[in-house]
């Protein structure tokens, strides 16, 4: 379904958001592992935490909700049912990958299928430890359709990972959950830190490499979750707000955990008006208020280490650099292209459709010129932060912009034009 957008004047008001994504999938995983009654509070309602909610209630877990708390009866560590059918985890990377290093590890065979962009993203990433470890994983040339044969048991390892990636991290240190001896992951480049604050693991810096440990005795127990609001789905409407003139935000309870609140720091360095107030610490994960107000930005080098902080807010941070001043460019960002959809050549076609000068790299782009159409017509390519930042290029162009479908933003955010027409003055 397209969906078009007329200029706006400002944006004002205030806005909360469901429970963080990686989150949110992370709080259905543990309390599903776990053995006996969990609740979590402001958990995600999008399709990727579907798809995880249904994967675990095939191997055993069951759900309802009590009011708007979702009450959790967990598997326990050695009672994982075999699925009856193949697993679907729709469009949901992180879905396919963490449940990759579970089903590694159990005792019967499964097989975990996805959606058409899901089958195309590489799996080598987790085939490859997760084979160290003594997995037997069957492969469509490193793709989806993945069939995990029984294993008597896991091995522990030590791995230094080859790329930036927490669904990676995670995939291993979830299956060094279940051998009693520690396995290490190494990693170079910090990714965000989700599994290891929630299973409260521990770690330890050699020259400047992260050192992480999992083992048996980290398995998680049953607990009460509350999920602080998804601080990637907020970074669409700060930067709106920055964007915008004489406009005002304030959003609340929201997760500001450092391995995701580059993008701010980028923005402060641009010169954005944004300040964070913490407000409260759960399952390891803190959150806090963000205000926000209209602010005039100047583009900034990004550094190359800050890329798997930021590497879901990069479409919405391209937007920021079309109207700030200098030249827009990200580099060391390959993995842009294994997202969703290719989103480095996603974003260039879109740039390109406006006018403005790009040089596509293999790893990123630079972007200088003015736009040259006053309206815009956007491809989305099925992509739910390629339409969530040009829905917002498009509220902010002279006769505003199209999408051309709206409705892929229920992968991360089924929230997102409610919130828009709360904040939004036309
Ligand atoms: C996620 C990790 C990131 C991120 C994705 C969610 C997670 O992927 O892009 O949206 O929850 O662990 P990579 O691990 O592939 O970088």
Redo the contacts with the bound molecule.
Sequence with gaps: MRKTFSKIKKVNGELTFKGD??IS??AVFFSSMADGFSSIKNLSDCEDVKSTLNAFELLGAEFHYENIELIVKGIGRNNFHPPNKHIYCGNS??TA??LSGILATQNFSSTIIGDESLSTRPMKRIIEPLGLMGAKISHNNFKLPLTFYPVEEIKPIKYELKI???????AILLAGLFNENKTEVIEIIP??D??ERMLNLDYEFQNDRKIIYSSSKNYPYNSDYYIPGDI?SASYFIVLTLLCPNSELLIKNISINPTRTGFIDILKLMGADIFIEETGISNGEPYGNIFVKSSDLKNVEIASHLI?NI??EIPILSIVGIFAEGVFCIRDAV?LR??ETDRISALCKNFQSLGLDIKEFEDGFEMSGKIKKNFGEFKTFNDHRIAMAFSILALLLKEGGEIDNAECINISNPDFFRQLESIIQT
């Design positions: 994504k990686s999938h992370r990377g992180t990958r963490l930036s990636s927490a669904q990676v991290k995670s990714s965000r989700h599994t990637s798997p590497i879901d993995e294994y997202k």
